[in-house]
Nanobody, 117 residues
Framework: QVQLVESGGGLVQPGGSLRLSCAAS????????MGWYRQAPGKQRELVAT?????????NYADSVKGRFTISRDNAENTVYLQMNSLKPEDTAVYYC?????????WGQGSQVTVSS
């Protein structure tokens, strides 16, 4: 099994920045990619960004965040980050960390990000 613990959400003004962290533990060797999703009130959960872990491939971003958000990883700390710049009110949502293994997927507890003046 894999456990995911998120941190870093909060309230920020439009144009500001936040960084989310997702620390993975457990059967980390089984993860082949991780990502961030978000869910705004009344909307479906949507993909934000993904990054390969124990596999080939490249990072992937939703069109709505390209050029503003950056996903990265620290292998030594088993942590994936989402750096969010130039935040907009429409980025307001609960952000979820996701890890996909060869057999199943896991979710973090969710982090609220609110962009408001």
């Amino acid at each position: 099994q894999v456990q995911l613990v998120e941190s870093g959400g909060g309230l920020v003004q439009p144009g500001g920045s936040l960084r989310l962290s997702c620390a993975a533990s457990g059967e980390i060797f089984s993860i082949y990619y991780m990502g961030w999703y978000r869910q705004a009130p009344g909307k479906q959960r949507e993909l934000v960004a993904t990054i390969p872990i124990n596999s080939g491939g490249s990072t992937n971003y939703a069109d709505s965040v390209k050029g503003r958000f950056t996903i990265s990883r620290d292998n030594a700390e088993n942590t994936v980050y989402l750096q969010m710049n130039s935040l907009k009110p429409e980025d307001t949502a609960v952000y979820y960390c996701n890890a996909v293994t060869f057999s199943t997927g896991y979710w973090g507890q969710g982090s609220q990000v609110t962009v408001s003046s």
